[in-house]
């Protein structure tokens, strides 16, 4: 890890062929993209998949990226189009896989809280992808809205209308499941 | 849950939407005193809160990484990158030895950072003119810590390159371009 030196310089130093920098970044950047990937696809190796291929293509790219956004939203950008793609090509009715919740709660409670949480799990990996991807990246890993519309090459206020959608169908179906 | 009708309006006539708002990015509320008041906005933020709670619990759960991801990124990475690798070529009586451009780049790395100031080092292999397979020049690029003399750090990197860079690779490098990218933040 090289804690100090600013994203910039390492995409300069990976673009000149440097791969310890590129790994430097793959090692500062690959827990979000991860988390990102697995939220969106509901499945570990589905989600290890794109995050190789997010920075094998970030990789191939860097000639093209020139720094003017965050090397994140670069990064939330690929990775958003290749979990798209996938769920693209999924036939409706395949099942989604559930994510494994590490369970460090009460015993009493882990039942009942494991169970919500994976109702939330399922309802967000049975959203169409465009307010799937809207809803974790601005719930789940914490972007603003202008942030999110950076990432999804789109309007703040087409993001705000998947993210209603997207939060109403939430909490419907939670709250059904109550 | 009767908590909207076709138009996503409660009963009161307040449409979802501002509740939904309201709740998730803890807004306050657009009219407080009907709010207040109101038995269906009541229930309605009630259940929305309920819901809500278990995405805040979601957010807060932590992902495991996969611990060998990024070793399987950079072996992806690695093996695309291989097609580009150049090597130096050391004359031998019995034979001839090539050591790989990547190696001694990885060596001025490490003896660049190893000078006191210095963070962070790239190093990139450019071709010698006129060509010379014994020979490279390196471009180097720094970031470094603010207090030293940037010119004097510069020639230290210098200095150890041409000193210990022949010995270590058999490399001859005939010129070191160092461009200072940065200064590091100080850290805790």
Known sequence: MIPQVDDRVLIQASRDGD???????????????????????????????????????????????????????????????????????????????????????????????????????????????????????????????????????????????????????????TAAWR | MAMTTDDERLPCGVALEPLVTQVADAQPPADPAHQAACPYCQA????????????????????????????????????????VTDSILLGHPHGETRVSHAVVRRAIQRLAVAVPGVVFASVRAVPHEPPDPARLNVAVRLVVVFGPAIEALADAVRLVVDRRIRVLTGAEVSRIDITIDDIAEPTD
């Not at chain 1, 994140?72 to 989604?96: K, N, Q």
């Not at chain 1, 999804?152 to 209603?164: C, D, F, M, N, Y």
């Open chain 1, 19 to 173: 791969l310890d920098a590129f790994e430097a970044l793959v090692r500062r950047h690959h827990p979000a993209v991860y988390r990102v990937a697995l939220r969106m696809l509901s499945s570990e190796a589905d989600a290890q998949d794109a995050t190789q291929e997010t920075f094998v293509r970030a990789w191939r790219g860097l000639g093209r990226f020139r720094c003017e956004s965050e090397t994140s939203t670069w990064l939330y950008r690929i990775v958003t189009r290749r979990c798209l793609d996938v769920i693209g090509a999924r036939r409706p009715s395949e099942p989604l896989g559930e994510i494994e919740l590490p369970s460090h709660l009460d015993v009493a409670d882990v039942a009942e809280q494991r169970e919500r949480l994976r109702a939330v799990t399922r309802v967000i990996g049975g959203l169409p992808g465009d307010q799937r991807a809207a809803l974790v990246l601005r719930e789940l890993e914490g972007l603003s809205y202008e942030q999110v519309a950076d990432v999804l090459e789109t309007s703040v206020p087409a993001v705000k209308g998947r993210i209603h959608r997207a939060r109403l169908a939430v909490m419907k179906e």
């Open chain 2, 44 to 83: 309605a933020l009630r259940i929305l809160n309920q819901s809500w709670s278990d995405v805040q619990a979601l957010t807060r759960q932590p992902v495991p990484i996969p611990p060998q991801l990024t070793a399987q990124i950079m072996l992806r990475v690695r093996s695309l990158a291989r097609h």
